[in-house]
């Protein structure tokens, strides 16, 4: 079975400073990860993906993910946050190759302090 | 192109009653998901569909819950007899492919009083 952890319910960070939203996962079969996106009164987005090659994945805001099989992490950073960025973060991964369905973390609720 | 549709975006109804919640996938999707976040926790798989079949209803909670996807467009979520513990947020997903990416739809918040 698969689980993700996400350790941090809630991250209060000012503006222009960097961060870094845990992720850490269990499986015993190759996965996939995900981070998504929710920002308030939306649907979830995705923000970036990890399915093979570099281990270091970016989005085009700015976010970017890099994948620790040692540490069976994915943690997302951005260095420099905006107001924009506000909003609640999942981390989810998918079985490799084949399964249908995303095992969810509890969520990051990012709030961005001018 | 329009994403996925969710009707209603809330719904409040007494425990109980019953409740039918829409989805509609992005056209040409023929996978559609339905999911489920109780508040505080993470969000739970609960089935699949390839059309207007059934792949995988695994994660269904119990028998008082009924999805259906007639002619494999929209799809249907109800929840009869609704309780307590059935509040949260239903959330619907997309794919062109099993394996591409899902698009999700803003979901819809349910409160059972």
């Known amino acids: 079975a698969q689980s993700v952890t996400q350790l941090d319910s809630q991250v209060p960070v000012f503006e222009e400073a960097p961060v870094e939203l845990r992720c850490n996962y269990s499986s015993s079969v190759s996965v996939y990860l995900f981070w998504y996106v929710q920002y308030p009164n939306q649907g979830l987005q995705l923000l970036l993906k990890y399915l093979s090659g570099s281990t270091l994945v970016e989005s085009i805001n700015g976010f970017e993910a890099e994948f620790n099989k040692s540490q069976t992490s994915f943690h997302l950073r951005k260095p420099s946050v905006h107001i924009s960025d506000t909003a609640e973060y999942f981390c989810?991964?998918?079985?490799?190759?084949?399964?249908?369905?995303?095992?969810f973390g509890t969520g990051t609720s990012l709030t961005v302090i001018p | 192109e329009a994403g996925v549709t969710q009707f209603p975006s809330h719904s409040v109804i007494e425990k109980g009653q019953t409740v039918t919640l829409r989805c509609d996938p992005i056209?040409?999707?023929?996978?559609l998901y339905w999911y489920r976040r109780v508040m505080g926790k993470e969000i739970k798989f609960l089935l699949h569909?390839?059309?207007?079949?059934?792949?995988?209803e695994s994660g269904m909670p119990n028998n008082r819950f009924l999805a259906e996807r007639t002619g494999g467009t929209y799809s249907t979520l109800k929840v009869q007899p609704a309780e307590l513990e059935d509040s949260g947020v239903y959330f619907c997903?997309?794919?062109?492919?099993?394996?591409?990416?899902?698009?999700f739809g803003p979901g819809t918040r349910l409160t059972v009083t």
């Open positions: 056209s040409g999707h023929d996978n």
């Open positions: 989810a991964v998918r079985r490799a190759n084949t399964g249908n369905q995303f095992y």
């Open positions: 569909f390839v059309k207007e079949s059934k792949q995988d």
């Open positions: 997903a997309s794919s062109q492919e099993e394996l591409y990416e899902q698009y």
